[in-house]
């Protein structure tokens, strides 16, 4: 029956994904694992059977028998106590697990005994193939002792939930050394490691706004992040279809997951290469207004327009050759100390495609290219408007001008940058979380929320649901779009192309961010999970 259910589900989970698992070994093994571990949280009942069994077993034996006192004086009746069940379990057995536990009811010869001892060393089995610095609460115990680990605070404790997590664990820490074991430039390695913990959150998104992908779109970020070709885009490969490029450039061959198609230069009307960078400059400031509550201005050319207003005769020339710099997202944040002031701070939205270069590292902390395309952001922009300072004040190398000391006036610039598999680097994650903070406030009371931690927790959720949306769409955007280019027709138009505006509406607004009330202790009820 359970392997029956898993068919049907495996069938439904691909009409669903939009994208086949079953040819890829390793997307079929990531498919059942949790999203936090990079899957889809489709896990398979045959899987989860063993652990059924023993997660009932601990609920109902346990309390078959009285439970009796040191004199035979009955503490807790039990439900069914019987001497033929008494002879197979023991009294007070499970009083002592390291004396007694399971061990005369595995030893009786029953079919259950049996069953269970089977399926505890089956599963102990499994635990070979991890590494030794898996964490595993449960699963190392003897089949004797076996008892739910001690829980995290405010949880019940839960022998199914323990087993689980062990059996996910191995697996992951599997995954993990069988891709660090693969050549640093292998695409495989590289999307393994460039998987963050944003990268699979869109499949948690309600269908709504920046989460409302179409079926081509979805089946495009599925395959993505499952590691699998790309619809499109295999068949375009297959038919040795090229996308061309402005002037005399050559035209770039489309490969079969789109990493050269998505990632390629110099491209005639290619307005479309904006799709992953300005839907979600345009919802980071939205984030900012509607939630954060605070002052936000995307592409702002005014921060150095007063300096270049102040421009000498001999460099006008020169102005009138270069493009007025802008900064991406200027936003007004909350700053340090203990009596924090309100502080304009510079923000610059990167994108970065897949290449063996930028994901080709030996390193196997994840996020790396992503992170290391972040901490170069400060110095081009402080290198440019040195460059400037020389070209428009006449400035020496090495001399401070106005370009740069208006640079200085601010914090440090804050890099935020989208990678080419949906992760972010650290300084858009912290970005969001300092929107929580200072919103939390004000929509505590709009959500209904028990607490200010539990507001700005939901709200942080909520942002992050809704950008990493924005990001995986934005990808498979871009990939439809220069693969309708390669079959030699026009681009989407410009507006089309970049979808839906932002503004808190859009975001989502309260709908996705309500607490029911009236639970009698004032506790938390759960937020409508929204995207």
């Known amino acids: 029956a359970a392997a029956a259910f898993d068919d049907i589900l495996a069938r ?50 346990p309390h078959l028998l009285d439970t009796r006192a040191a004199d035979g004086s009955v503490l807790e009746a039990g ?191 290619d307005h479309v290469a904006k799709l992953r960078h300005d839907p979600a400059l345009n919802l980071l400031a939205s984030l900012a207004r509607g939630y954060a509550g605070t002052y936000a201005r995307r592409e702002d050319a005014d921060i150095f327009g007063s300096v270049l207003a102040g421009v000498p005769p001999a460099g006008r020339a020169a102005l009138r050759r270069r493009r007025v710099p802008t900064v991406d ?12 002031q309100l502080v304009q701070t510079l923000c610059e939205l990167k994108s970065i495609s897949y290449c063996p270069t930028r994901y ?52 440090p610039i804050r890099a935020l940058v989208i990678g080419s598999f949906g992760e972010w680097s650290a300084g858009l994650a912290d970005l969001l979380a300092t929107f929580s903070h200072m919103g939390a406030d004000a929509w505590m009371a709009r959500m209904g929320a028990p607490s200010r931690d539990v507001a700005r927790a939901a709200l942080e959720r909520h942002m992050r649901l809704q950008l990493a949306a924005c990001v995986v769409r934005g990808h498979a955007q871009l990939l439809l779009a220069r693969a309708q280019m390669a079959r030699g027709q026009a681009p989407p138009h410009r507006h089309a192309a970049h979808g839906v505006q932002a503004d808190v509406d859009a975001c989502g607004g309260v709908d996705g961010l309500c607490f029911r009330r009236g639970d009698g202790g004032g506790g938390r009820r759960g937020p409508a999970r929204g995207g």
């Open 12 to 61: 439904q989970a691909t009409v669903a994904l939009g994208v086949s698992v079953s040819t890829d070994a390793i997307a079929s093994r990531r498919l059942p694992l949790p999203i936090a571990m990079h899957g889809t949280g489709l896990r398979k009942q045959v899987d989860l059977a063993p652990a059924l069994i023993w997660s009932a077993a601990s609920l109902a034996l």
């Open 79 to 269: 439900v069914l106590d019987r001497p033929a069940i008494a002879a197979r379990v023991g009294h007070d057995a499970f009083a002592d697990m390291d004396a007694h536990g399971w061990r005369s009811f595995l030893a009786s010869g029953s079919r259950l005994g049996r069953d269970l001892a089977s399926a505890w060393h089956a599963m102990q089995a499994e635990l070979g193939g991890g590494q030794g610095d898996t964490e595993v609460r449960v699963l190392r115990l003897p089949p004797g002792s076996v008892a739910p680990a001690a829980p995290a605070a405010g949880r019940r404790p839960s022998l199914l939930a323990d087993i689980t997590g062990d059996r996910e664990r191995c697996r992951f820490d599997m995954l993990n050394a069988e891709h660090a074991a693969m050549p640093p430039g292998s695409r495989p390695r590289g999307l393994w490691f460039g998987l963050g913990k944003e990268s699979g959150l869109f499949l948690e998104a309600l269908p709504r706004a920046y989460a409302a992908f179409s079926p081509a779109e979805w089946a495009e970020a599925v395959a993505r992040y499952l590691g699998l070709p790309s619809p499109v885009c295999a068949q375009l490969a297959a038919a040795g279809a090229r996308l061309a490029r402005s002037g005399s450039q050559r035209p770039i061959p489309v490969d079969a997951f789109g990493d050269a198609l998505a990632a390629a230069p110099g491209v005639a009307h």
């Open 329 to 340: 997202l200027v936003v007004v944040l909350n700053g340090a100390g203990s009596a924090p």
């Open 360 to 411: 080709g590292q030996s390193d196997t902390r994840r996020c790396q290219a992503a992170e290391r395309r972040a901490a170069a952001v400060g110095g081009e922009r402080r290198r440019a408007c040195a460059q400037l300072d020389e070209e428009l004040f006449g400035m020496q190398p090495g001399q401070v001008g106005p370009m740069q000391a208006r640079l200085n006036s601010f914090p």
